[in-house]
């Protein structure tokens, strides 16, 4: 068993094993979704699937950023990096994204200048150091990293910068979780919601999975009890028939969210009518882009954008595994032709993809602990 | 980039008070607070940082058990880490 001494608390992961082995229902089976890549990445890393009865299955849910870029998408940045005098910049988590040519990676190699960036306001830095070149800042991201980009452009207008643009690829959770529960593929009992994400937006948007849609939703933060925790918390709500928002993650997550940070969105950024999910594909209102106060940072306005759309690979399965209908190692190159290394879907590039953490961290055979046997009397 | 990293303000930059020197694990680096405007942190408190911008003010404690499941994490903290000792903000 040697994730079960992986972290301090383990004793309390037990107890809390043993309580939500409790409380499932005879003959039932729960589906939960995590919605957040990291969430997936600690659920994998930590083995907490040892602390969780059979009959509660988990499902990983597209809280990715990186693993819904549509290779199209991909496609149009090289694009826009190869145009004179452009620099693009991006995070370092987008760089080994394969589109349909090859990756940001494959495209430096040929003589693009694409860089990484901790942050937009960097790409701010480089664009004053280079008053001759146009730099595209390669946006991605949920609520999480929208404001960032946001409080960016707001500052480039304040100093008068002419030679930054956004390349805006923020995406929007809700309409995903919305097009989930709309689907036919998969039933689902309730939601562990996603803690960043809600840092900014707050609990009140998941309300309506609660009151339309009937399912529980728990915001939790990251570390492994939190997420047992909320996972207990679902199985509670479950048990006593209620579907409510709750929010476990309180320490770090208030229930109206970063006023700041959506004030700053809403003044740069406004809601595409569809845009393109990897996996999913097009979602309404899922996505923002620049307002057209703000066009002259539009780099989809400055640059001819080829917005060619680019099938997935027939053999890659993202799709099925961002949805949760398929587990990572269900999909046929999982493994073989699609590592880590050599990533021909999204899921396998990011750290918080669900094929990626599986990989690093997951096994084949559960070694779940005693506490988590639902024992019948 | 989905990562929250916990950092001490240590400073208020006095010509930009929407920068602030933050200490991450003993990396010094400028951040972003202006989305902390409503509740701004002085030197001494804690955030979680985003791509160099704070999102939310944390305590001290709560610091200290993300710092530790971070460093948990290996190898996509390490990347954070090296991204942000990277990072010119100004």
Known sequence: MRFVDEFRDADKARALAAKIAALCEPGRRYKLMEVCGGHTHTIYKHGLEDY??????LVHGPGCPVCVIPMGRVDDAIHLASQPDVIMTSFGDMMRVPGSGGSFFDANAEGTSIRMVYSPLDSL????????????????????????TAMTMLRAAREGLTNFSVFCNHVTIVPAIKAILDSPDLRLDGFIGPGHVSTVIGCRPYEFIASQYGKPVVTAGFEPLDILQSIYMLMVQLSQGRSEVENQYSRVVPWDGNQAALRAINETMELRPYFEWRGLGFISHSALKVREKYAAMDAELLFAVPGVRVADPKACQCGEVLKGVLKPWECKVFGTACTPETPIGTCMVSPEGACAAYYNFGRMNRNRVPEAQVTRA | MCLGIPGEVIEINPEQPD????????????????????????????????????LSKIDEREAAAAMEFLEGIGQAYEDEIAALRASLIE
């Open chain 1, 52 to 57: 969780l009865p059979e009959a509660i299955q």
């Open chain 1, 125 to 148: 830095k480089i664009a004053r150091q280079n008053p001759d070149k146009q730099v595209v800042f390669m946006a991605i991201g949920f609520e999480t990293t929208a404001p960032s």
């Open chain 2, 19 to 54: 920068l602030a020197k933050v200490d991450v694990s003993g990396v010094r680096r400028m951040i972003n607070i202006g989305l902390l405007v409503d509740d701004p942190p002085v030197p001494g408190e804690w955030v979680l940082i985003h791509v160099g911008f704070a």
